[in-house]
T-cell receptor, first 116, second 108 residues
Framework: GAVVSQHPSRVICKSGTSVKIECRSL??????MFWYRQFPKKSLMLMAT?????????EQGVEKDKFLINHASLTLSTLTVTSAHPEDSSFYIC????????????FGPGTRLTVT | TQLLEQSPQFLSIQEGENLTVYCNSS?????LQWYRQEPGEGPVLLVT?????EVKKLKRLTFQFGDARKDSSLHITAAQPGDTGLYLC????????FGTGTRLTIIP
């Protein structure tokens, strides 16, 4: 089956620093990847759509200068949380859509970010 | 904005009982997916339904897509502790809109 990995799985950083999260599709090519944020006991909220070779599309209310997304290859997208603050602490999840299928997204295991 | 409301929000039942989770919207979706998510992990895709009225079975889980493609249901027969988790429906084509979630706990 389609496998998506995320690295790191957990990260703790100090307020004001930047953190990069990687999302990789391991056994398929993904022209499109998605980044979600999930608050405790809540559902997933789409932050942005990452397209290989072009700029990401951000959802309303998501600051693109704070959450930098780069999709440099068909198997890798990165999310950089810049100048992190405690309110950025959350569970970040990426997903990738298999180029050959229209509907299904496969999700990574998530990254728990804690900003102190 | 497309919204997906799930009910119930929380459900705690004894092992062996049956249950149904609902996913409702005022919008029409070209497809709907159901996911299960365990704490600290990403959602795992269970099924995709595409055709109005479609019924799909996955062992003890039965998924149905409404005729008008605005709603879906998940029925679990003889629930087991391993079914415990957060169940999420999601709809959309280019990008997914997730439902509000149903947190299911099966008590041994």
């Amino acid at each position: 089956g389609a496998v998506v990995s995320q690295h790191p799985s957990r990260v703790i950083c100090k307020s004001g620093t930047s953190v990069k999260i990687e999302c990789r599709s391991l056994d398929f090519q993904a022209t499109t990847m998605f980044w979600y944020r999930q608050f405790p006991k809540k559902s997933l909220m789409l932050m942005a759509t990452s397209n290989e070779g072009s700029k990401a599309t951000y959802e309303q209310g998501v600051e693109k200068d704070k959450f930098l997304i780069n999709h440099a290859s068909l198997t890798l997208s990165t999310l950089t949380v810049t100048s992190a603050h405690p309110e950025d602490s959350s569970f970040y999840i990426c997903s990738a859509r298999d180029f050959g299928y229209s509907y299904e997204q496969y999700f990574g295991p998530g990254t728990r970010l804690t900003v102190t | 904005t497309q919204l997906l409301e799930q009910s119930p929000q929380f459900l705690s039942i004894q092992e062996g009982e049956n249950l149904t989770v609902y996913c409702n919207s005022s919008s029409v979706f070209s497809s709907l997916q159901w996911y299960r998510q365990e704490p600290g992990e990403g959602p795992v895709l269970l099924v995709t339904v595409v055709t109005g009225g479609e019924v799909k079975k996955l062992k003890r889980l039965t998924f149905q897509f409404g005729d008008a493609r605005k709603d879906s249901s998940l029925h679990i027969t003889a629930a087991q502790p391993g079914d415990t988790g957060l169940y999420l429906c999601a709809g959309g084509n280019e990008k997914l809109t997730f439902g509000t979630g149903t947190r299911l706990t099966i008590i041994p």
